[in-house]
């Protein structure tokens, strides 16, 4: 059974860091190109940063360029997003995705970071909130 499960979510004041975590399961996640996705309340989903499997390439969207990285355990089945210098309007749900199909893929990076193809494997999500 495929799964995704997301952790590391919390309250952090501006500024701060924290690393989310997605754990796969029932299939080899580092076969896959993975995004990291994140809602804020009252806004549509956004994708914010992707892993590409074809060459382990990293892409990231304007907004959170410089201040997020991804990356890979591959032991651990695991992809992480270490984000930095947090600020209030990165508050929101962030979830971790992925598509069996192998022409889901990301390219570029800040305005010109893209997603290409439809998603269908989501976790749960984790909740960030950046508050004082």
């Known amino acids: 059974q495929v799964r995704l499960v997301e952790s590391g979510g919390g309250l952090v004041q501006p500024g701060g860091s924290l690393r989310l975590s997605c754990a796969a399961s029932g299939f080899i996640l580092d076969d896959y190109t993975i995004a990291w996705f994140r809602q804020a309340p009252g806004k549509e989903r956004e994708a914010v940063s992707c892993i590409k499997s074809s060459d382990g390439s990293t892409h990231y969207a304007a907004l959170v360029q410089g201040r997020f990285t991804i990356s890979s355990d591959n032991a651990k089945n695991t992809v992480y997003l270490q984000m930095n210098s947090l600020k209030p309007e990165d508050t929101g749900v962030y979830y971790c995705?992925?598509?069996?199909?192998?022409?889901?893929?990301?390219?570029?990076?800040?305005?010109?970071?893209?997603?290409?193809?439809?998603?269908?494997?989501w976790g749960q999500g984790t909740q960030v909130a950046v508050s004082s």
């Open positions: 995705a992925t598509d069996p199909d192998p022409d889901y893929s990301c390219s570029g990076n800040g305005s010109l970071f893209a997603l290409r193809g439809q998603v269908d494997w």
